[in-house]
């Protein structure tokens, strides 16, 4: 694992050396004396500044949030938990300005307080809009959570949302659709064996006035010119092969 790359690019051999550190000594934090930890003592400020001061991409904040908190707590650094709030809040909003939304969202879920807004984006991010809409509803933001029912779309939940907004742009429509919803789950069960032909054609333009479509006339073909006949050569006659 040393062997990562932060920011596309090689780790400095001191900066890899502190990172392969970070890495090995939560493994044998049992095993340091308290005289080890003040022998580092004079160190750790420039360690967690160097460790910290590369957390500028996403990449490397993926990286750090997994790194650093087991790190600070095998070094016992009084201000940890701060430091590691603080570290988390950064690396998050730094995985969703990437769009690294699954990394985010489990950073986030590794949180002591739960963010739901920040969650919300994430798992748009993902395109689990059940779940965002519910983290939505969470934080408050009802027509953001609409929003997620409608990209499902859970008609039922949208409706019910609409009715406690009020006054929304969409009501007229989603009622709309549900209706029309309804009005096909009626269909009468020999419908497919009974309807003609045209009955369906009509039924299609019905649909698609209802929808707003608009077919496209086929375009008519330009009659190709006819290309005159090339005239043939004629082939002389024996009385103009003896003249020439």
């Not at 003040?38 to 967690?48: I, N, Q």
């Not at 779309?153 to 007229?172: K, N, Q, Y």
């Not at 549900?178 to 299609?204: C, N």
Request: charged share 30%; aromatic share 4%; hydrophobic share 40%.
């Amino acid at each position: 694992m040393a062997s990562e790359k932060c920011s596309g690019r090689r780790l400095r051999p001191a900066f890899q050396a502190l990172v392969s550190l970070a890495q090995v000594l939560p493994a044998h934090k049992d095993q340091i004396e308290p005289w080890i930890l003040l022998e580092l003592a004079p160190k750790m400020t420039l360690w967690m500044e160097n460790l910290e001061s590369a957390l500028h991409n996403g990449r490397n904040a993926a990286l750090l949030i997994r790194l650093l908190p087991p790190f600070y707590e095998a070094l016992q650094v009084s201000d940890r938990t701060i430091r590691i709030d603080r570290l988390k809040q950064r690396a998050i909003q730094l995985l969703i300005k990437e769009k690294q939304f699954t990394s985010a969202l489990g950073a986030l879920r590794a949180s002591h307080e739960r963010q739901p807004k920040l969650e919300a984006i994430c798992l748009e991010g993902i395109g689990d809009f059940r779940a965002a809409a519910e983290c939505h509803l969470a934080a408050g933001n009802t027509k953001e959570a609409l929003n997620c029912y409608r990209s499902i779309p859970d008609l039922e939940a949208a409706l019910r949302l609409v009715g406690e907004i009020g006054d929304h742009p969409a009501a007229e429509t989603l009622e709309w659709i549900s209706k029309l919803q309804q009005l096909v789950a009626q269909r009468p069960e020999k419908f497919t064996k009974v309807v003609t032909a045209a009955e369906k054609k009509l039924l299609q333009e019905v649909l698609e006035r209802g929808l707003g479509v608009s077919r496209r006339k086929p375009a008519q073909r330009k009659p190709t010119a006819k290309k005159a006949p090339v005239p043939r050569k004629r082939a002389p006659t024996k009385k103009e092969k003896e003249y020439f």
